[in-house]
């Protein structure tokens, strides 16, 4: 019996591999997988100084599915459902990336139609991202309050979302082509009515949050991530606009039909949590005013092409499908060998990149801005294991 | 200005790369000139992406994806290993944010990165080498047919020599990969050698 609790304490593969290298006098603990700041079963093994974090390293895989194995076996549209369960906060993104690879292969033209239909709900889906980013960061930094109204307000949007869709969170919209169905008025005088609302929410969120002098201690210049680590790690999205860099594909490479609306890239040079913070509440400024621009001037039109081969069996060749995503550059690389299946896929998920600098950002920090570095990067835990 | 990208990373001593589809420049690299591009390219401020691996008839094929924070374009590097020799140089010393990419390459595929700080499994249990992403015998296609616009630059050996040239590595073949030019025919000796005293 004591045997057996004694192979207990030695810990697993990764805890063991971890003990080697640890200094005289630290203390070595696993953060996770069931943390609540984690927001999904990831696990960092910490060794720790004190307060002080000497070395970290997140442990992976909690949730792996090999959903790039699951692409080798279906079909090209059997895969779709799939994407909605990447990154099942922006669900719309994914299926996005997944079917423009398979456009670029198949030579697809989308009607406009389906373009402004697909930018729609891919920026009010970005919303519903960044609030439930908000409301869960703010609540690991130990404020209550505001996820109350992050979710409130979110319900609202995925109401929306609801009505065109049929499902609530893992969305399987978009179709190769076009999306599944038409938007209906009742989304339309929806969505108009959320746009104003959400326009008198953000300056209270504001008011609220942003100005408070306790959160601002627990962000400001917390996380450095310098342009140079960015590259490193190829980091993207919010976190890099978070460091300066106007880095949004929306408008350095513009795809679908982004180049017609008139928006900004909002970047802050700072380089902490709080940039990121920032950005991603400005962002949210800019999704309504996209969504707002896409409604007046939606077309009339089909949202599906008139010709549709009945069997998906692209050419053979490879295509890289990449959009902005919530949390940053989300590329979908299919290899075709002219057969209905997909030879490869590979999925780039751009939580896994930002999070792969955890170990070099968080160390010398405190473990409470630990817990406030993980909440900035807006990880989500199955698109970094897929 | 979609010349000017490419352009630029031709005069920066990346190997001549062909222009596969609109923004999209792909160079097919031999291993041992991997690290020297990645090291250009890091110099002209390209991020990485991603590297992934695929299974090909003549092995396995690495896919590293660029793309800057500035100009538009991607960079794609292109490199095809053997299947009896899976060994490619790690990029983790210039793109850290290659470490957890390989460590997933080596999980799905067995490839071994040399000079990678710590190659254990990341997204797989650590009790089984399982590399699910490995295609049987039927299911492999050829690289060459579905990248038509691509040559290879690292030819392999025929399939009949695959078989025969076994597991092991012999120090030969390993000074040979390091010499690079005429690379199929320093393989094929090898090969026979390896056959020779596999007989002996």
């Known amino acids: 019996m004591l045997h057996y609790a004694h192979e207990q304490l030695q810990g697993d593969y990764y805890t063991r591999a971890f003990q080697a290298g640890a200094q005289e006098d630290t203390l070595i603990i696993n953060m996770g997988p069931q943390h609540p700041s984690t927001h999904g079963v990831l696990r960092i093994i910490l060794e720790l100084h004190g307060e002080y974090i000497l070395r970290a390293e997140p442990v992976l895989g909690y949730v792996h599915r090999m959903q790039e194995k699951m692409g080798e076996v279906k079909t090209y549209p059997q895969y779709l459902a799939n994407m909605g369960r990447v990154d099942y906060l922006h669900a719309l993104a994914w299926n996005w990336a997944y079917v423009r690879a398979v456009e670029q292969l198949l030579e697809l033209e989308v009607p406009e139609r389906a373009e402004y239909v697909r930018v729609i709900t891919c920026e009010l889906n970005r919303i519903t991202s960044h609030l439930l980013w908000w409301g869960a960061y703010l609540l690991d930094l130990g404020a209550f309050t505001p996820i109350m109204y992050g979710f409130a307000d979110r319900e609202r949007a995925m109401d929306l979302l609801q009505i065109i869709t049929g499902s609530r969170l893992t969305y399987c919209y978009y179709t190769f082509g076009g999306v599944t169905a038409d938007l209906t008025p009742q989304f339309i005088d929806g969505t108009k009515d959320f746009c104003k609302y959400m326009r008198t929410r953000l300056p209270m969120y504001k008011d609220l949050v942003t100005d408070n002098m306790i959160l601002r201690h627990r962000v400001d210049d917390i996380g450095i991530i310098s342009v140079d680590m960015a590259r490193r790690y190829g980091v993207t999205g919010p976190n890099l606009r978070g460091s300066g860099v106007e880095h949004d594909l929306r408008r350095n490479t513009p795809y679908s039909i982004y180049d017609r609306f008139d928006f900004e890239i909002p970047a802050y040079e700072e380089c902490d949590a709080l940039a990121r913070y920032l950005v991603r509440m400005d962002e949210m400024e800019q999704s309504i005013s996209i969504i707002e621009q896409a409604i007046q001037s939606l077309p009339e039109g089909p949202v599906m092409p008139p010709k549709m081969p009945k069997v998906i069996k692209p050419p053979k060749g490879e295509a890289y499908g990449e959009v902005e995503g919530a949390r940053g550059v989300i590329g979908i690389h299919v290899i075709s060998d002219g057969t209905a299946t997909p030879y490869r896929i590979k999925l780039r998920a751009p939580s896994f990149s930002n999070l792969s600098l955890f170990a070099e950002v968080s160390k010398g920090i405190l473990l409470a801005d630990a817990v406030s570095i993980l909440g900035s990067l807006d990880l989500v835990i199955p698109e970094i294991d897929r | ?200």
């Open chain 2, 1 to 200: 200005m979609k010349q000017s990208w490419v352009d630029q990373l031709n005069a920066a001593g990346v190997p001549k790369c062909t222009e596969v589809r609109k923004g999209v420049a792909c160079f097919c690299l031999e291993s041992q000139n991997l690290l020297d591009s990645v090291r250009k390219i890091l110099e002209l401020e390209y991020y990485l992406q991603d590297v992934s691996a695929s299974d090909f008839q003549e092995g396995y094929l690495l896919t590293y994806h660029f793309a800057h924070f500035e100009e538009p374009g991607q960079a794609v590097f292109r490199v095809l290993i053997s299947h009896e020799h899976p060994q490619v140089p790690s990029i983790s010393s210039f793109y850290q944010g290659a470490i957890w990419h390989e460590q997933e390459c080596t999980d799905f595929y067995g490839i071994e990165f040399t000079g990678h700080p710590d190659l254990k499994p990341l997204l797989l249990v650590p009790e089984e080498n399982l590399c699910p992403l490995r295609k049987d015998a039927r299911s492999k296609k050829s690289f060459l047919d579905i990248f038509p616009d691509c040559k290879l630059v690292e030819a392999p050996p025929p399939p009949e020599s695959e078989e025969n040239a076994g597991g092991q590595e012999s120090p030969e073949e390993k000074a040979s990969k390091k010499k690079g030019s005429g690379k199929s025919k320093v393989q094929k000796e090898d090969d026979e050698t390896a056959q020779d005293s596999g007989q002996a």
